[in-house]
């Protein structure tokens, strides 16, 4: 069973009190609740509504990370769904059913051992993707944590013609180093006070990305700005109870085990709990050979 999210209560989660001006600054935050079920209060509060969903698993300084089951080996983030044009720039509508956590909190990372990770965050925004724009290509990729640089080889790309169409792995460009070198980086995620539906005043996240300039006219004008209330509003958090058809909730296995962490097959299907464990028990590791540092501020990249 499935809770739609309320008017009132995406209201009160788009309106963000926040301070600071580096992305992850945040001196004060709203207390974000979600639906009935699933209140989002702190990193914690996710725990219980993704581990049917997936596996939680400590991953050196990230902390406490969490990655999808049930998904193809050559998975990525924001590649099943659409961009819906918002007056705070674009959403990412989801179609995977923890979607309404995963790309509107938080950072994606890609590691060695458990290929994609997400590592949770308290701040809801639109999307939380860096862009690239140019050749008639239109980009993105998954913002990362503070620290982490984000390559040419994790965006996706699909024609500026086709951008307002479904997205599937299946029609994204992925790894294309021509393309890469055709296009610039746009990356102008901003907090501003706003005041929208029912007179509320506050600061909120906005992602513009390309924007419509990416557009020729003809194309631009079709796309017609949706209140974000009213995107967000489409979204729904199942309900924690309810398992998805054919995933049963995971706990920690034991590397090298059969469904074990960096065991393909386990990427493609769910696989049940050994007795005894609890699903949102992490196992822990440090970091892997993938991962490149850097002392840029959070959301930056190598162009």
Request: aromatic share 12%.
């Given at each position: 069973?499935?809770?739609?999210?309320?008017?009132?209560?995406?209201?009160?989660?788009?309106?963000?009190?926040?301070?600071?001006?580096?992305?992850?600054?945040?001196?004060?935050?709203?207390?974000?609740?979600?639906?009935?079920?699933?209140?989002?209060?702190?990193?914690?509060?996710?725990?219980?509504?993704?581990?049917?969903?997936?596996?939680?698993?400590?991953?050196?300084?990230?902390?406490?990370?969490?990655?999808?089951?049930?998904?193809?080996?050559?998975?990525?983030?924001?590649?099943?769904?659409?961009?819906?044009?918002?007056?705070?720039?674009?959403?990412?509508?989801?179609?995977?059913?923890?979607?309404?956590?995963?790309?509107?909190?938080?950072?994606?990372?890609?590691?060695?051992?458990?290929?994609?990770?997400?590592?949770?965050?308290?701040?809801?925004?639109?999307?939380?993707?860096s862009w690239r724009v140019?050749?008639?290509?239109?980009?993105?990729?998954?913002?990362?944590?503070?620290?982490?640089?984000?390559?040419?080889?994790?965006?996706?790309?699909?024609?500026?013609?086709?951008?307002?169409?479904?997205?599937?792995?299946?029609?994204?460009?992925?790894?294309?180093?021509?393309?890469?070198?055709?296009?610039?980086?746009?990356?102008?995620?901003?907090?501003?006070?706003?005041?929208?539906?029912?007179?509320?005043?506050?600061?909120?996240v906005v992602n513009e990305?390309?924007?419509?300039?990416?557009?020729?006219?003809?194309?631009?004008?079709?796309?017609?700005?949706?209140p974000i209330q009213d995107?967000?509003?489409?979204?729904?958090?199942?309900?924690?109870?309810?398992?998805?058809?054919?995933?049963?909730?995971?706990?920690?296995?034991?590397?090298?085990?059969?469904?074990?962490?960096?065991?393909?097959?386990?990427?493609?299907?769910?696989?049940?709990?050994?007795?005894?464990?609890?699903?949102?028990?992490?196992?822990?590791?440090?970091?892997?050979?993938?991962?490149?540092?850097?002392?840029?501020?959070?959301?930056?990249?190598?162009?």
């Amino acid at each position: 069973m499935k809770t739609l999210v309320s008017q009132k209560v995406w209201k009160a989660l788009v309106f963000l009190w926040v301070g600071g001006v580096g992305f992850g600054a945040v001196s004060a935050l709203a207390n974000f609740e979600v639906s009935g079920s699933v209140s989002i209060h702190a990193t914690a509060d996710f725990y219980a509504p993704l581990s049917p969903y997936g596996t939680w698993v400590e991953v050196g300084s990230y902390g406490r990370c969490w990655r999808p089951v049930g998904i193809a080996v050559d998975w990525r983030p924001y590649c099943y769904g659409h961009w819906v044009w918002t007056d705070c720039g674009w959403y990412w509508a989801s179609d995977e059913p923890w979607g309404w956590a995963c790309f509107h909190y938080g950072w994606w990372v890609y590691d060695p051992v458990y290929a994609w990770i997400w590592v949770p965050g308290v701040e809801w925004g639109p999307a939380w993707v860096s862009w690239r724009v140019g050749g008639g290509y239109i980009g993105w990729a998954p913002l990362a944590p503070h620290g982490v640089v984000i390559a040419g080889p994790r965006f996706v790309f699909v024609e500026t013609s086709r951008f307002s169409d479904p997205i599937r792995p299946n029609s994204v460009v992925v790894n294309n180093t021509t393309i890469v070198n055709k296009t610039t980086v746009v990356n102008n995620i901003r907090r501003e006070t706003r005041t929208l539906g029912g007179g509320m005043h506050g600061k909120v996240v906005v992602n513009e990305g390309p924007g419509l300039g990416a557009f020729d006219k003809a194309a631009a004008s079709k796309m017609r700005r949706v209140p974000i209330q009213d995107a967000a509003r489409q979204a729904s958090v199942p309900d924690r109870k309810s398992p998805p058809a054919g995933v049963e909730p995971l706990g920690v296995k034991p590397r090298g085990a059969p469904g074990a962490p960096g065991d393909m097959h386990e990427q493609q299907r769910g696989r049940p709990a050994p007795s005894g464990r609890d699903a949102a028990a992490p196992e822990r590791r440090g970091h892997g050979g993938e991962h490149e540092r850097s002392d840029k501020p959070h959301g930056n990249h190598e162009n």
